[in-house]
């Protein structure tokens, strides 16, 4: 068994190596920008940063390559083999076996791929904000939603290992185009694309009257303009912020209905918004959780580690793995 | 370890009481009605049911009452301990603790409670259609929607036991107001109870003019018209029971995004139903199903046992909570 693994999170913009010791502290950091170059096979250029940086963590801490096991937390429906089927988002290494790419370019029968969300559940189940709790469901809010569902005290894998992709639940038939192909998937309601897509929509209808007039155009209000109105007050700032709050509880009351899970962890890249919605979010829950009273309290936290969950687990998932 | 065991599943019109043997033959039947009788105590008029449906069946087979173990199916939110803790559709037990009432009135220590649905997804894993299947979600299709999640081969039961209450899952926020006080629950959609609903919607719109000249009132068109109809091939009949599936379809892609469920297994009292709707359901899954074309087939089947499957499973929990 090794006393330190690397995980690194593989997201849309950038990859962060984090060199992580049994019991979860962060030894050391790389972090580089994800590339989109397609010209080559699917998943090389990917695998190339990402070699760039196991060795970088292995370098600075003294460490073989091939001695030290690698997580990768990948977006996208990650199959149980380590094949990346569908990557929306990482669309240049869709379909790549990143794991036997990067086997490969560092010699090493050490390397574990899993879905980034998972990752992040993992993390907050082993070291966080999930510690100890049997049933949660880890929610990333970024660009869309991503998930990893503990039930039992186990990750829900399924059965090709694609569980968890919560964002593209259908919370409203027919309704706002998806990138995945589909309408009305609720990453279109309460991410921070949701977010900005609301945004958009509210400044044209003139529901941002004040953001509007400060911008100047309704087409060049941002979710940030908004987030930011909110937090100093704004009424017609707050007001939908208060909507993204209703949508991420319908989304919360779902799963809470199918899962029957206690407790939410809510992490990714909104999470910096979460402190305005969430309050919103827990307020809905108590009128949309089918049964809400004779249930025992549904708990919604954001996650301890932050941007790092993923990367974390990606490091738990290389040690359990190896072991 | 006993050779028998009592399944006794209770639905809002019926209670079925089977006495199956460990390979899953059924060795004899008792149906009742399900009582309604609120004057007592919560669940004592259904205790009274039970209790003779039980020794009629012990009777029959020579056995003594408190020597076989016996498992309940009970509709609603069942929680780990025995209690039924919110039942719309059973609200003279509400809140009733039938495991302990049972148990006084038999004099038995083996009666063990559980969720319908969880105990038909239990009978249909162990012995029916989703035999040898690690990840599937039963599917009972009624009034309502009730909903049995099997993960990586065991049974999903959440924090309280609550879980698989997917016919509460929204699909269309702000939609068609559901008994549990929500609002587009997918069971207002794709059941038994939707199809009514959507039927009295297409009559009143005069998108069922064959069927309401036959009837002579819009409001006297019922769902077993449509199904009647759709399969002498009325196209306007047969257009409502496509939509009905593709409801259907939409609220398993959004079970299949979730838990990356591989099988349904489609039960209930709409089974009879389920031979017009499904063909359509597993033909919109295809547009419905995030990344269809990454994963392998989703197969949509009916359920092996049918309206026996709850009771079957209720006898498969006796057998093992006994052991």
């Known amino acids: ?38 010209r080559h096979a699917a998943g090389e250029a990917t695998a190339a940063v990402l070699t760039d940086q196991i060795e970088q963590l292995a370098k600075m801490h003294g460490l073989k390559v091939a001695s030290v096991p690698v997580g990768i937390g990948l977006p996208g429906l990650m199959r149980r083999d380590g094949h990346l089927a569908f990557a929306p988002n990482l669309q240049s290494a869709s379909g790549a076996d990143l794991g036997a790419l990067l086997g490969v370019a560092l010699g090493s029968s050490k390397v574990f791929c899993e879905n980034d969300a998972n990752c992040a559940a993992l993390a907050e189940h082993e070291w966080g904000a999930g510690r100890g709790i049997e049933d949660f469901v880890m929610v990333t809010l970024g660009t869309g939603i991503g998930g990893g569902v503990i039930a039992d005290g186990q990750l829900v894998r ?105 407790h939410f962890v809510i992490g990714g890249g909104l999470s ?8 919103f979010a827990r307020e809905y829950l108590v009128d949309l959780v089918e049964g809400y009273d004779a249930r025992p309290t549904i708990t919604v936290t954001t996650s301890m580690f932050g941007p790092r969950s993923g990367a974390m687990g990606a490091a738990l998932v290389a040690f359990e793995r190896n072991s």
Request: proline share 3%; glycine share 16%; charged share 20%.
């Open 1 to 38: 068994m090794s006393d330190v693994s690397i995980g690194i999170d593989v997201g849309g913009t950038k990859a962060l190596a984090l060199i992580v010791a049994r019991d979860g502290r962060v030894l050391g950091e790389v972090k580089s920008k994800t590339p989109h170059d397609a």
């Open 272 to 279: 910096s918004a979460s402190d305005l919605v969430l309050p």
């Open 158 to 262: 399924g059965r090709s290992g694609f569980a968890g992709e919560i964002g593209h639940m259908v919370v409203q038939a027919h309704g706002a185009p998806c990138l995945c192909g589909g309408h009305g998937c609720w990453e279109r309601y309460a991410s921070g694309g949701g977010l900005g897509r609301l945004t958009r929509e509210a400044a044209l209808e003139g529901r941002l009257a004040t953001l509007v007039s400060r911008r100047g155009n309704p087409e060049d209000v941002t979710a940030e303009d908004v987030t930011a109105a909110a937090a100093e007050g704004l009424e017609e700032a707050l007001t939908l912020v208060r909507e993204v709050g209703w949508w991420l509880a319908l989304g919360l009351s779902n799963l809470a209905a199918i899962l029957d899970c206690g």
